[in-house]
């Protein structure tokens, strides 16, 4: 048995837990220490229970509040080398006291009940990698941040039976808005972040006939609508709008079971 939940899910922080067994790891956290305590007291947990925290990536939303977390309750960390390398050239000694693990992407590896399956995205960072967690019989896919799909993303997330994606922005939002220039370009470069067509066409090249649970994430306030992204996924699952559940910045969403 296994389950699911979102600490908040957006440009200013993300987390997800994911239990299985007696075992439960937190993707990413991008929540100041006493934030991240009080968003996982509403999932009825608290820092101690976690076996681990795995990495996606450095940016600020995914990692300003791992080690801290990290440190504070002795809790082991596992990340690539590349964004390890990343963080510590702004800070050489944030990972110390830490237990840190490397990941490889490609390479699985398993946290107590809980495994753990890296797999390389198109993203403008150092290493990135994004995860698919299983307890040996179900399967989440994780994809939260990258500007493109590939035939190695598509074959990695196929045959999930449950999947929280990337639905970023909308495109004619991101044109119209206050943007620089330079980072409407990044955000919809193919390193940038998946628009809401993009993806929902990923979402179409998907073995999708085990899928229980579709989980809208990453919504951009700005450049996004809770309905536009919801629209685009209802066209490939011909599902109502209801099923797709949103992670939002402030609730993130309440335990899903596998």
């Given at each position: 048995?296994?389950?699911?939940?979102?600490?908040?899910?957006?440009?200013?922080?993300?987390?997800?837990?994911?239990?299985?067994?007696?075992?439960?790891?937190?993707?990413?956290?991008?929540?100041?220490?006493?934030?991240?305590?009080m968003r996982l007291g509403r999932l009825g947990l608290a820092p101690e229970d976690l076996a681990?925290?795995?990495?996606?990536?450095?940016?600020?939303?995914?990692?300003?509040?791992v080690f801290p977390l990290a440190r504070r309750h002795g809790i082991p960390v596992w990340i690539t080398f590349g964004t390890l390398e990343s963080i510590k050239a702004s800070d050489p000694e944030v990972a110390e006291g830490v237990t840190v693990g490397l990941v490889s992407?490609?390479?699985?590896?398993?946290?107590?009940?809980?495994?753990?399956?890296?797999?390389?995205?198109?993203h403008d960072a150092r290493e990135p990698v994004q995860y698919v967690f299983s307890d040996g019989a179900r399967r989440l896919g994780v994809l939260t941040d990258?500007?493109?799909?590939?035939?190695?993303?598509?074959?990695?997330?196929?045959?999930?039976?449950?999947?929280?994606?990337?639905?970023?922005?909308?495109?004619?939002?991101?044109?119209?808005?206050?943007?620089?220039?330079?980072?409407?370009?990044?955000?919809?470069?193919?390193?940038?972040?998946?628009?809401?067509?993009?993806?929902?066409q990923l979402l179409g090249a998907l073995d999708r006939s085990r899928l229980r649970h579709l989980v809208a994430a990453h919504l951009s306030h700005k450049n996004n609508t809770p309905a536009l992204a919801r629209d685009a996924l209802v066209q490939v699952m011909g599902c109502e709008p209801e099923w797709i559940t949103l992670a939002t910045q402030d609730e993130g969403f309440g335990w899903r079971d596998l």
């Open positions: 048995m296994s389950r699911f939940a979102s600490l908040g899910s957006g440009s200013q922080g993300n987390g997800l837990v994911f239990e299985a067994g007696n075992s439960r790891v937190l993707l990413d956290c991008g929540f100041a220490v006493r934030d991240t305590a681990g925290i795995i990495v996606t990536h450095e940016h600020s939303d995914h990692v300003s509040g992407g490609g390479v699985a590896f398993a946290i107590g009940d809980v495994q753990v399956q890296p797999y390389t995205v198109p990258t500007g493109s799909s590939t035939p190695h993303i598509e074959a990695t997330l196929s045959g999930c039976d449950a999947l929280v994606l990337e639905t970023n922005h909308d495109r004619e939002l991101l044109k119209k808005s206050e943007y620089p220039s330079w980072l409407k370009a990044r955000v919809a470069g193919q390193f940038g972040h998946l628009d809401n067509d993009a993806s929902a």
